[in-house]
């Protein structure tokens, strides 16, 4: 289940607010145990400023989620899992994670503005990055921020006009898919 590790992972850097804003219905027992397992988790990861939750690979379920965000909002990607086994037969994944901190600007923002909402998203990442710098989960064989990772301005006018920063790194564990 490594997209709901990934999810999960992520969730403890949005408030609480925003998980109930993504939770819309259930669908039975093993959605409300999983749920009820990412709302217990620990507040010590919380980032006030993210208001808004937004995980996945569906272009069209993004946009339509992010036209209803008016805040700072957490976006996680992911694409291409690469699988490699070494001379010991051991199976090395790597998964491809695009971590967004971005919010939606008025088209007729000023430059200024703009650098603001940019420098805010920018903390909030960075925030992001040093909670995962150390992130090793033993119990599943997963590195969470294995080195390098790339930061690049985030400027999507089809999406709300957001504006914000994008982390790219793979994810490496051992056999997690």
């Given at each position: 289940?490594?997209?709901?590790?990934?999810?999960?992972?992520?969730?403890?850097?949005?408030?609480?607010?925003?998980?109930?804003?993504?939770?819309?219905?259930?669908?039975?027992?093993?959605?409300?145990?999983?749920?009820?397992?990412?709302?217990?988790?620990?507040?010590?990861?919380?980032?006030?400023?993210?208001?808004?939750?937004?995980?996945?690979?569906?272009?069209?379920?993004?946009?339509?989620?992010?036209?209803?965000?008016?805040?700072?909002?957490?976006?996680?990607?992911?694409?291409?899992?690469?699988?490699?086994?070494?001379?010991?037969?051991?199976?090395?994944?790597?998964?491809?994670?695009?971590?967004?901190?971005?919010?939606?600007?008025?088209?007729?923002?000023?430059?200024?503005?703009?650098?603001?909402?940019?420098?805010?998203?920018?903390?909030?990442?960075?925030?992001?990055?040093?909670?995962?710098?150390?992130?090793?989960?033993?119990?599943?064989?997963?590195?969470?921020?294995p080195y390098p990772a790339?930061?690049?301005?985030?400027?999507?006018?089809?999406?709300?006009?957001s504006f914000g920063w994008?982390?790219?790194?793979?994810?490496?564990?051992?056999?997690?898919?």
């Amino acid at each position: 289940m490594i997209l709901y590790n990934v999810f999960k992972y992520f969730s403890r850097f949005v408030s609480h607010e925003a998980l109930d804003r993504f939770f819309l219905a259930s669908t039975g027992t093993e959605y409300d145990e999983l749920r009820d397992e990412v709302e217990s988790l620990p507040d010590d990861r919380r980032i006030g400023q993210i208001t808004d939750f937004i995980f996945g690979v569906d272009t069209a379920a993004v946009k339509q989620k992010i036209s209803q965000v008016t805040g700072c909002y957490l976006f996680i990607d992911y694409s291409q899992i690469t699988s490699s086994i070494d001379r010991l037969d051991v199976k090395t994944d790597a998964f491809h994670i695009a971590v967004t901190v971005a919010k939606p600007h008025p088209n007729d923002e000023d430059q200024f503005a703009n650098m603001i909402g940019m420098d805010g998203c920018l903390e909030c990442m960075s925030k992001i990055q040093r909670s995962m710098r150390h992130g090793i989960d033993r119990d599943i064989h997963l590195v969470w921020l294995p080195y390098p990772a790339t930061v690049t301005p985030f400027v999507a006018k089809d999406l709300s006009n957001s504006f914000g920063w994008t982390m790219e790194f793979d994810i490496k564990g051992i056999d997690i898919v």
